[in-house]
């Protein structure tokens, strides 16, 4: 979250939960990239 920012730049609740959403989406799809596709050896 630190690198995404620490400030939520919204200022109503509504928009600030929705921020933190996106950002979270964010940081799954970065986790999502970085996990290596194991396949079993036959």
Known sequence: ?????QKHMA???D???AELQIRIAI???FTALGTP??????
Do not use: S
Request: proline share 5%.
């Open 1 to 5: 979250m630190k690198l995404l920012g």
């Open 11 to 13: 200022r109503d609740f």
């Open 15 to 17: 928009r600030q939960t």
């Open 27 to 29: 940081l799954n799809r």
């Open 37 to 42: 596709a194991t396949q079993p050896v036959v």
